[in-house]
């Protein structure tokens, strides 16, 4: 009998877990309204364009939704740029960081022996690295710009995916199907592809959706602390930074609050998620 697939197991989790299953219909209205919605804005004119002049001005007396910031920039069509911003950088630093991450350590699990050894050493190594503070150094040297944010980011958070993928595989690699198809004769790169990836795809994707919440923290943060791509590129971090000045964190809620409620709802949405499936990949955890 053919074991029910990945897709199948979420289902029922979903119809046990009232809380994943809001999370996920919450996260895809909310980025369907931003990858719909952002394109629509004029980025020049509604968010670029500024008059210093202008002090914050509520909702109630600006005639928008979210009133307008200290620049005189329109705080709801910012909150979509800023919002798919914040995304593109965080799903970037998950598909990469977990590619480099997946390729090191199911390569260090599948051969085993001294090759697992050396690579396991380097990680090991590679994980002491004070990544935060590197970063934001490198940022400075560097420049601050998309791809630099990217690759730097990428670069220190693999370890962990490569430490899970590893342990995944060295789970597998002794198991009758690996062994058959290497008596068989079957390519090594065959067989991690065509054998052993699809058996770890459940581990995988479960990691994967709870590295993007971390992520989207981690963008946040820098940008919040003034080490993000700044006003010139708008995130959900660099309109947060308002709280931090006491005048606009008492008086001038609708600069900050609205990054910060988009930001906490995306992360609840998908450790929601991320944790369902992470109970899919474990028989012991479903409550379905």
């Not at 390519?187 to 459940?202: G, K, Q």
């Not at 971090?237 to 900050?256: E, I, K, R």
């Amino acid at each position: 009998m053919k074991p029910p697939s990945i897709f199948k197991l979420f289902l029922k989790e979903l119809k046990h877990d009232y809380f994943a299953l809001a999370g996920l219909i919450l996260f895809s209205i909310i980025l369907l309204a931003i990858f719909i919605g952002a394109p629509v804005i004029n980025y020049f004119y509604d968010v670029m364009r500024v008059d210093p002049k202008i002090l914050p001005v509520s909702p109630a007396d600006s005639g928008t939704l979210l009133g307008l910031d200290s620049l005189g920039r329109n705080q709801f069509h910012l909150l979509f740029v800023a919002a798919r911003n914040s995304l593109y950088l965080a799903f970037g630093v998950t598909f990469f960081s977990f590619l480099l991450g997946a390729t090191v350590g199911v390569i260090s699990g599948f051969y085993g022996g001294k090759i697992d050894s050396i690579v396991m050493r380097i990680t090991d190594t590679w994980s002491m690295i004070p990544f935060l503070m590197v970063v934001i150094v490198l940022l400075n040297i560097f420049g601050k710009t998309v791809f630099n944010f990217i690759f730097f980011l990428t670069i220190f958070t693999w370890v962990t995916r490569a430490r899970l993928l590893r342990a995944a595989a060295l789970a597998q690699r002794n198991l009758d199907y690996i062994n058959a198809s290497k008596t068989l004769g079957t390519p090594n790169l065959i067989i991690i592809i065509r054998e052993m990836l699809p058996n770890l795809v459940d581990v995988a994707i479960a990691n994967l959706v709870l590295t993007l919440a971390a992520n989207i923290g981690i963008e946040t943060g820098l940008s919040l602390l003034g080490f993000g791509l700044g006003w010139n590129y708008p995130s959900l971090g660099v309109m947060m930074q308002n709280a931090t000045n006491p005048m606009y964190l008492q008086h001038f809620w609708w600069v900050w609050a609205p990054s910060l409620v988009l930001v906490v709802t995306m992360m609840l949405c998908v450790n929601f998620v991320g944790n369902a499936l992470q109970r899919v990949s474990d028989p012991k955890q479903r409550r379905g």
